[in-house]
């Protein structure tokens, strides 16, 4: 990402955060809530953006980005003419 759109980046979400706090008619600690949490996404997305925090991450043995194959999820649903996530039952010899 280049540096002008970062910039713009943050000018936007500078904005909207004023947007929040002026306009919006609604309680001071919701407000309060709102602004922590953009902030806080605000300071993942610089930090994964510079390398110092990665975005693929793992929780425990769980593998947040991949978890379709780890579960073993065909992707086709009943409307696909697929199984629906489920496995066909084996043969009986």
Request: charge should be positive; glycine fraction near 12%.
């Amino acid at each position: 990402m280049e540096l002008i759109q970062l910039v713009v980046v943050l000018i936007v979400i500078g904005v909207l955060l004023w947007l929040v706090e002026t306009q919006l008619p609604i309680e001071g600690t919701i407000k309060l809530i709102i602004r922590v949490v953009i902030i806080i996404a605000v300071l993942i997305w610089l930090l994964s953006l510079v390398g110092l925090m990665p975005l693929h991450t793992r929780v425990g043995s769980l593998d947040l980005l991949n978890l379709k194959s780890q579960v073993g999820w065909s992707g086709g649903g009943p409307a696909s003419g697929g199984s629906g996530g489920r496995r066909a039952p084996a043969p009986s010899a």
